[in-house]
């Protein structure tokens, strides 16, 4: 047993060296640091961390098989439940969840449940172990959208026998896993790697397939798939409405981090065009906002992140303002921008901001920005990024007559992905909004077993 308080420390890259470049910031655990690590587990009879995972992966289980240096089989215990360990090693809020609820965490560190896993999943396809293909049952399902929602979904479906095509509407698979979250969080060969996995298993992979647009769901069922699951995510960026958002130099972080991202606009000698900011403002406090900012620090601009509410607030994991802190990034809490200024072409040269205080608590329970009276500021800025959230895109509900949707363009679904038309499920972000990658993959499993009992009750 160790009794050490502290997690085993994660190998990372410096900040000076990482703030240069797009490589992995966290650089995983090998076999020595991976067993140092699990003998901190208690293996605990109540289990309370496997309660605080969406998925219920039997966490003390496959601690246990990397104690006994049995990586495949706590690689196998982990696929149970989770069809992306690899990503969700990396990407999943565990001090949120599992490891929130970890004992350890009393006196202490929890144990790094995150890191173990990231670490089997990674030994696990260096290995190579190939996928057994399941015996094809005949049957077809479409599935439109390949985020975790989809993928899990479609994996979920082709183990059971189901001939399963994902169309995507962009021309690479893997949602926000590909085009959002930045290499240097979660590299794209992983990612490829789970897509790899799904094709291995008979999937079939579509890209630039747009439902509502390229096609429909009547047609999906005209050429005989006899269920459609939609993990569409919320994609479309929200914006503040203030005067000059309009201006050349504005981006929303999706179409920011899409273009360095997806369309490798970081690479030396890219096409794709970006802007090279020198002075960039990311306003918002998610974990979006961060990959933004720690995104633009690495393109080459000194970054002010711009928080309407106080540090304690800050939605983003305090893991990645730690690292954005640590890359050179500024905070510039209880302030809103209220105009965006420009030069007579239209280019931004800067935000002008409110300050805020805390008024009583919202509808979110967080107490309410509210702006002080005068005072202001103005940051400097050739490049603001707009990190506010995202909803649903409408585009399906326009085009699909009678699929049910809420307030805010989400598709309607009961907790298994059933929506108002026969044979057609939802799941992920685009029937919660904009949630997390271990979310959206819980409930496209539960939409392939909803999918699977449809089908064999047809
Ligand atoms: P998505 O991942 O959005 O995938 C939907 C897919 O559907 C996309 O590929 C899209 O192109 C496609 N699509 C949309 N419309 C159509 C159409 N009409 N036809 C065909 N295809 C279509 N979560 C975490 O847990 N941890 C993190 O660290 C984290 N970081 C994030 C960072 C960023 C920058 C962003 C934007 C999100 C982050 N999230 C994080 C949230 C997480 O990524 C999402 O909750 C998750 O990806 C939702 O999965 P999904 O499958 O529902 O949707
Ligand atoms: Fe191990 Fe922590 Fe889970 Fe107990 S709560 S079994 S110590 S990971």
């Known amino acids: 047993m160790n009794l050490s308080p502290n997690k085993t420390p994660m190998p990372v890259q410096p900040p000076e060296e990482r703030r240069k470049n797009f490589g992995e910031v966290a650089l995983g655990y090998g076999e020595a640091q991976a067993m140092e690590e699990a003998a901190r587990c208690l293996s605990c ?63 202490g560190e929890p144990v790094g449940i995150g890191a173990l896993e990231r670490f089997v999943a990674d030994l696990h396809a260096e290995r190579g172990v190939p996928a057994e293909k399941p015996q094809p049952n005949g049957r077809r399902v479409a599935v439109v959208g390949s985020g975790p929602a989809g ?41 490829a790697r789970e897509v790899e996995a799904l094709r291995a298993l008979g999937v079939k992979i579509e890209t630039n397939a747009v439902a509502g647009k390229t096609f429909g769901i009547a047609e999906l069922k005209a050429e005989g798939f006899e269920a459609v699951f939609l993990g569409t995510g919320a994609g479309l960026p929200k914006f503040m409405g203030i005067k000059g958002e309009n201006a050349k130099g504005v981006f929303s972080a999706n179409e920011y981090l899409t273009r360095v991202n997806l369309m490798k606009a970081y690479e030396e000698g890219s096409e794709t065009p970006v802007c090279r900011a020198k002075k960039a403002v990311v306003v918002g ?43 050179g990034v500024c905070f510039r809490l209880l302030a809103n921008p209220t105009e ?63 699929l049910s949707t809420g307030p805010r363009g989400e598709i309607a679904a009961d907790g298994e992905g059933r929506t108002s038309l026969d044979g057609v499920f939802a799941g992920g ?9 271990i979310l959206a993959m819980g409930a496209g499993k539960r939409a392939a077993r909803a999918i699977d009992e449809y089908l064999q009750n047809k």
């Open 45 to 107: 009879k109540g289990r309370p961390c496997v309660g605080g995972c969406p998925v219920g992966t039997d966490i003390p289980g496959f601690i246990a098989l990397i104690k006994e240096g049995k990586f495949e089989e706590a690689y196998e215990t982990i696929s149970r439940t989770s069809c992306l360990p690899a990503v969700c090693g990396r990407v999943c809020p565990q001090e949120n969840q599992c490891e929130k609820y970890c004992v350890r965490g009393k006196k």
């Open 151 to 191: 993928l899990s979904c479609a994996g979920e479906l082709a183990k059971r026998g189901y001939e399963v095509t994902v169309f995507e509407a962009l021309h690479v698979a893997g949602g926000v896993l590909t085009y959002g979250i930045p290499e240097f969080r979660l590299p794209k060969k992983i990612v």
């Open 285 to 327: 406090g998610g974990n979006v906002a961060m990959d933004a900012a720690r995104t633009a620090v690495r393109m080459g601009a000194e970054v002010t992140v711009v928080y309407r509410r106080s540090r304690a607030e800050l939605p983003a994991r305090g893991e990645e303002v730690r690292h954005a802190e640590e890359e």
């Open 340 to 402: 965006i200024l420009t030069d007579g072409e239209e280019n931004v040269i800067g935000v002008k901001c409110a300050e805020m205080t805390l008024g009583e608590p919202d509808a979110s329970g967080r107490r309410r920005p509210v702006e002080k009276e005068g005072g202001g500021f103005v940051l400097e800025a050739d490049c603001v990024i707009m990190a506010l959230g995202t909803s649903p895109n409408p585009l399906l509900k326009r085009a699909e007559e009678g």
């Open 429 to 437: 972000d685009a029937v919660t909004g904009s949630a997390t990658v």
